[in-house]
């Protein structure tokens, strides 16, 4: 019996794999491969955190909470947001989400109109590109590699047509680990304004940055209430990867279209997680200090290992990622990364799969162990010097 062709969705068939778990996937049996492909901290959630929610538990606190999560977590979000100059009601513009990853999804989904234009600064996270394309969306790309890999507003002011809906931005940004510049970010927010268009800010690595760097969110510029849609969540800061708890902070009116998605695809985030996220919030600023002065460490030996390879390297200022450039070496960005699995048990992110001026680079995660990552890096300046010859 002939099956049909069109059993499977063409939009979904056509989507590819993440580039970044395609390569956390071949690391699994292989554990004598060193893996600095995967952005998750190499720190457990701390303590604090963990006996909470072992706490609620035990309590049998494992009902649903309400679609937008509980009220509770969703006043000390409101709260913490008033650090970077942002004010949100939490009772109907702070919506607790399944990791910051599903809100990018709901957000998307929940601005989109046939035909519509997304700009999305690239290099930019694995997972915007395809979930916009699944949406609906045409994407536009901003190559922010030709200005230090950070945006200008007149690149974004460029890029606008009548069609444009949002534009995309990630500071700190991953890959690449750079951040826009406050007076940058400032004439971004008033494109935005002057355009009435949304701007979908990730910040989910907003806690992680170094030396005097600080950051800004879009949100707290004159006017940027009615555009700006905030993504953050506790993955990263607080080392809770598998805890998947995110949120998204706009205005009320936009909330209320995206919490119709998130009640009929997640109804809620997980009730022990966000039990958990309140204590981090609360009380794990100690521990996301250490984790921050550890990673900043680790920075500044990997940075300093990759220029001694002779290999530059936009020096980052938050994340825990860096982005040599190999093209010197004269492999495309997913030729070395393959050779150096195979030939050196060393696992990194081919630049390629980050969008607009991502080839010719690799992305590295220093979020992992200090010896491990030594290991790894005096492998990758063998390999290099092996291909250099």
């Given at each position: 019996m002939n099956k049909r062709e069109d059993r499977f969705s063409k939009s979904m068939m056509e989507m590819p794999p993440s580039g970044i778990r395609k390569f956390f996937e071949m690391l699994i049996g292989?554990?004598?491969?060193?893996?600095?492909?995967?952005?998750?901290?190499?720190?457990?959630?701390p303590w604090g955190i963990r006996e909470e929610a072992f706490w609620h538990l035990e309590k049998g606190h494992t009902s649903y909470t309400s679609n937008w999560g509980l009220l509770e977590l969703r006043e000390e979000i409101a709260l913490y947001m008033e650090k970077y100059g942002c004010y949100y009601n939490p009772k109907n513009e702070i919506l607790v989400t399944v990791g910051a990853s599903e809100g990018v999804d709901a957000v998307l989904?929940?601005?989109?109109?046939?035909?519509?234009?997304?700009?999305?600064?690239?290099?930019?996270?694995?997972?915007?590109?395809?979930?916009?394309?699944?949406?609906?969306?045409?994407?536009?790309?901003?190559?922010?590699?030709?200005?230090?890999?950070?945006?200008?507003?007149?690149?974004?002011?460029?890029?606008?047509?009548?069609?444009?809906?949002?534009v995309m931005i990630c500071s700190p940004n991953n890959p690449t680990g750079t951040m826009i510049p406050k007076e940058e970010l400032e004439k971004i927010a008033q494109v935005v304004v002057e355009n009435q268009i949304w701007c979908i800010s990730d910040e989910?690595?907003?806690?992680?940055?170094?030396?005097?760097?600080?950051?800004?969110?879009?949100?707290?510029?004159?006017?940027?209430?009615?555009?700006?849609?905030?993504?953050?969540?506790?993955?990263?800061?607080?080392?809770?990867?598998?805890?998947?708890i995110g949120y998204i902070a706009s205005n009320a009116e936009l909330l209320a279209q995206i919490v119709k998605l998130h009640g009929y695809n997640t109804i809620c985030a997980p009730t022990f997680s966000q039990y958990g996220a309140v204590e981090g919030l609360r009380h794990a600023w100690k521990d996301v200090e250490k984790m921050r002065t550890s990673y900043q460490q680790r920075r500044n030996f990997m940075y300093k290992a990759f220029t001694d390879m002779g290999l530059s390297v936009p020096e980052p200022t938050g994340a825990f990622y860096m982005f040599p450039d190999i093209s010197s070496t004269g492999l495309k960005s997913d030729e070395f990364a393959m050779q150096l699995f195979q030939k050196h048990n060393v696992a990194v992110v081919p630049g390629s799969v980050f969008g607009l001026g991502g080839e010719g680079h690799i992305r590295c995660c220093y979020a992992t162990g200090i010896d491990k990552m030594k290991i790894a890096l005096d492998r990758i300046a063998e390999f290099v010097k092996e291909i250099k010859g």
């Open positions: 292989h554990d004598d491969v060193i893996s600095l492909s995967v952005g998750e901290p190499d720190f457990p959630t989904r929940a601005i989109m109109n046939p035909g519509d234009e997304l700009i999305v600064v690239q290099p930019c996270y694995v997972s915007y590109v395809p979930l916009a394309t699944l949406c609906g969306f045409n994407v536009v790309g901003v190559d922010s590699s030709k200005n230090g890999y950070y945006p200008t507003a007149e690149q974004i002011r460029a890029a606008i047509t009548p069609k444009t809906k949002a989910i690595y907003c806690e992680l940055t170094y030396d005097d760097a600080k950051h800004t969110s879009i949100g707290s510029f004159p006017g940027m209430k009615d555009y700006a849609i905030i993504l953050n969540g506790f993955s990263k800061a607080f080392a809770m990867t598998g805890w998947r």
